[in-house]
């Protein structure tokens, strides 16, 4: 299943991947090394924790790779008055206005404003300009959004 993501979101994968494989991991080995130097290691916390983080940084990057190689990287034309992955939209909603920008979903953090293209919002502005009114379905019910700004 391809997922999609904005240059910036390639940049952040590769460069956590490249953290957990070539710092993190000599880390934890080195943690490993020092609690067995402590002798027992059934009843040692430390090396339990260290095999613990081991395992953890293993995953997650396993995850990493597989997203790298389902990944597909997605053109952002600044030239283009539609939203598309990467637009930054200015809305007005309920009075107030926001700026979002549309983001793959491995990239989505709403606390943020960056909002996956796979959300209801973000399905909702893909395709549409400045000037148009979008009523989207969420969970709290039908919204309707003015769209002001695509950039």
Avoid: C, W
């Avoid at 997203?67 to 600044?78: N, Q, Y």
């Avoid at 930054?88 to 990239?107: A, L, P, T, Y």
């Avoid at 148009?132 to 003015?146: L, N, R, S």
């Amino acid at each position: 299943m391809t997922k999609f993501v904005t240059q910036d979101g390639l940049k952040k994968i590769k460069d956590e991947l490249d953290y957990r494989k070539n710092s993190l991991r000599q880390q934890i080995a080195s943690a490993i090394k020092e609690a067995k130097e402590q002798g027992d290691l059934s009843e040692n916390a430390e090396y339990s924790e260290a095999k613990s983080q081991q395992s953890e940084n293993e995953v997650r990057i396993s995850e990493l790779e597989f997203l790298l190689k389902e990944s597909k990287v997605v053109d952002f034309d600044k030239a283009s008055s539609v939203v598309q992955m990467g637009s930054k939209v200015r809305v007005k909603f309920n009075g107030d206005e926001m700026e979002f920008q549309i983001v793959g979903s491995n990239e989505a953090d709403p606390a943020h404003f960056k909002i996956s293209n796979e959300s209801p919002i973000g399905k909702g502005f893909l395709g549409k300009k400045a000037g148009e009114e979008v009523e989207i379905e969420t969970p709290a019910g039908q919204t309707k959004y003015k769209i002001l700004e695509v950039k």
